[in-house]
């Protein structure tokens, strides 16, 4: 296949479900799988901003396949349609990234009941819904990632501690997954992305906005924030074979941040 890469990495032929694929880590995901012979399907969800044909678009221009459809991860029905979208499509399904997220900034006093439910049930439960969805759907074994954060996955963050329990919680279900799915020849493994540039770390009213990026990247050992590519290559790498024996694990893509002595 054109613009697939020579690798023995066993993803040649397999088909993904990638949830949250219209914009950042999600998107880049799609172009990495279709670099290295895998079938996409992508979820976006209805009113999002951006635009999921784009997201496609550029899988196919990196010589793979992918397919956009509407999935909102706090709607069982949703996540299951997206689901049967892998056999439609493809007539498969091995590979699943629960990558979808959502960010909300609130003091813990401003932490209503509700407020609370809302993001876990994007952040937490959503990623349980796709997860269980897409095991049943994968006969032949595969591979899950779920993305976690920095924020929850090592450190607290002030004002999102509904964001950090969420993302803290997907690092225990994805553990427990990997114990329960293995003799079903599935492996399952978070990814704990740091600082992203993507639309969520870029908004301004619930995360750090362009400046605060900018500043924060000169703390980084590596001297920058990070692109979605690079998280993208961590999952893609973690749901191939090259990570076979590679379960219940969780991989920093931080450019050294959560290992760096304070100064
Ligand atoms: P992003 O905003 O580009 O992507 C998030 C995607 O999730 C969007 O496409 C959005 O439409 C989708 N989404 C939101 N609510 C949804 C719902 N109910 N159902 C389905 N999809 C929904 O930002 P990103 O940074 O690429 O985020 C991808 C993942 O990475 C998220 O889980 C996020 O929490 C995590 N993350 C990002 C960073 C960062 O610095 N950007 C850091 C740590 C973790």
Not at 204 to 229: F, H, K, M, Y
Request: aromatic share 4%.
């Amino acid at each position: 296949m054109s613009g697939t890469t020579s690798r023995d990495d066993g993803l040649a032929g397999k088909v993904a479900l990638v949830t949250g694929g219209a914009s950042g880590i999600g998107r880049a995901l799609a172009v990495a799988y279709a670099r290295a012979g895998v079938s996409t399907v992508l979820g976006y969800l209805p009113g999002d901003p951006h635009d999921p044909r784009q997201a496609v678009a550029e899988a196919e221009a990196a010589g793979g396949r992918a397919v956009a459809v509407a999935c909102d991860v706090t709607d069982p029905a949703s996540v299951d349609a997206f689901t049967d979208a892998a056999h439609d499509h493809f007539g498969r399904l091995d590979l699943v990234v629960a990558n979808a997220g959502a960010l909300d900034s609130a003091a813990l006093a401003d932490l209503s009941d509700d407020r609370w439910h809302r993001l876990l049930e994007v952040d937490l439960t959503g990623v349980v819904r796709t997860l269980r969805s897409a095991a049943a759907a994968m006969t032949g074994g595969g591979a899950m990632v779920a993305v976690s954060s920095i924020a929850g996955g090592v450190y607290g963050w002030q004002q999102h501690a509904h964001y950090a329990a969420a993302k803290s919680g997907v690092l225990g279900l994805v553990r427990s997954l990997a114990v329960e799915l293995a003799p079903r020849g599935i492996r399952a493994n978070s990814v704990i992305p740091g600082l992203i540039e993507t639309p969520q770390s870029l908004d301004e009213e619930n995360s750090l906005g362009a400046q605060g990026l900018t500043a924060a990247g000169g703390g980084i050992p590596a001297g920058r924030v990070g692109r979605p590519e690079e998280v993208a290559r961590a999952i893609r790498f973690l749901t191939s074979d090259d990570a076979s024996y590679i379960t219940g694990q969780q991989l920093v893509v931080d450019g050294g941040l959560t290992v760096r002595f304070p100064d």
